[in-house]
């Protein structure tokens, strides 16, 4: 699949709202598109309004760095070689863990952030909905895409 859809997102949204409810957490969830644009969003009752940004910015951040925002977390540590890199794009990079990049046949086609948890947790809830990704390719639909979880990358 060269494009993410509205339905994949939704599916995509669902995914990751049961794994949140299993978890005991109210979560926002963004989906966007290669270009880091919002194609769908999902706050949970009781979710944090705070994590509305938080959890687009989660998104975009995946796109636009081309990797989970986990892997930013330690380089951009004091001392380390990207600290300050969240106070540039007007603040919108985010280095907290929860988002993750959507790849199809090596080309980025989307991006996941989720804010509601603990970085661990939100990493658990939006690799839930790659795992949904999964098994809709498994299903004998379309091959949709895989993500990036976790491959550790320098920044240029």
Known sequence: MNKLTLETAKR????AEQK???MGLSS???IVDEGGNLIAFYRMDNARIAGIDISQNKAWTSVAMQMPTSNLA???LPGGPT???NTTNHGR???LGGGIP???DGRIIGGIGVSGGSSAQDIEVAN????AFESMRGAGEPALATARIGSIQSIR
């Not at 995509?12 to 995914?15: F, G, I, R, Y």
């Open 28 to 30: 926002d969830i963004a």
């Open 20 to 22: 949140a409810r299993q």
């Open 128 to 131: 839930a909905a790659i795992q």
């Open 102 to 104: 959507i790849v199809s």
């Open 12 to 15: 995509m949204l669902a995914a």
């Open 93 to 95: 990079l985010v280095i």
């Open 74 to 76: 330690q380089s951009a």
């Open 83 to 85: 600290f300050g890199i």
